[in-house]
T-cell receptor, first 111, second 115 residues
């Protein structure tokens, strides 16, 4: 059974600091997705990582994938308040349209 | 057009009511999804339609009935719901082309309250 674990589940940080969210998964998969969700809102696609060593960057967010370690990271550089949200990682389960979701990391960035 | 739309945004219904949620996309995507999301939890997959055919039904109670009238539309018919069915219902679509990234794009959701 494919399991996806995120940590931390909650993160409170100051603006300007750097931090990393981790996403571990239990079986082989070559496609990993990161989504953002603001309170009471829908899910916004951030990144899709397709292969070992893949790195994607958008603004202050950078995501990477290590398929051998079954680990993805979402790194936040010089955090700003607008990045406060819940971040989910999700792993593709053999391309049958099912995603296995992590529990989410609630990120609060204080001014 | 990279948007998935859902109506209504909010819905309050009694346990004896019948209502429908609607979802539409014009991105030419061939896979469409219904998810249920409770507060502070990840979304739970309910149904997947691939090329207008139901391909996944995640053991959802029969009081939820999906329908895919055409490749752009997805409905979720609701009947005799329970208070525990109150949640955010999200529709999503993806290209559904097989190999390669198949990112799911989510609509804004319908906030459902069952009294």
């Amino acid at each position: 059974e494919l399991k996806v674990e995120q940590n931390p589940l909650f993160l409170s940080m100051q603006e300007g600091k750097n931090y990393t969210i981790y996403c571990n998964y239990s079986t082989t998969s070559d496609r990993l997705y990161w989504y953002r969700q603001d309170p009471g809102k829908s899910l916004e696609s951030l990144f899709v990582l397709l292969s070992n060593g893949a790195v994607k960057q958008e603004g202050r967010l950078m995501a990477s994938l290590d398929t051998k370690a079954r680990l993805s990271t979402l790194h936040i550089t010089a955090a700003v308040h607008d990045l406060s949200a819940t971040y989910f990682c999700a792993v593709d389960m053999d391309s049958n349209y099912q995603l296995i979701w992590g529990a989410g990391t609630k990120l609060i960035i204080k001014p | 057009d990279t948007e998935v739309t859902q109506t209504p945004k909010h819905l309050v219904m009694g346990m004896t009511n019948k209502k429908s949620l609607k979802c539409e996309q014009h991105m030419g995507h061939r896979a469409m999804y219904w998810y249920k999301q409770k507060a502070k939890k990840p979304p739970e997959l309910m149904f997947v339609y691939s090329y207008e055919k139901l391909s996944i039904n995640e053991s959802v109670p029969s009081r939820f009935s999906p329908e895919c009238p055409n490749s752009s539309l997805l409905n979720l018919h609701l009947h005799a719901l329970q208070p525990e069915d109150s949640a955010l219902y999200l529709c999503a679509s993806s290209p559904g082309q097989g190999a390669g990234a198949d990112t799911q794009y989510f609509g804004p959701g319908t906030r459902l309250t069952v009294l």
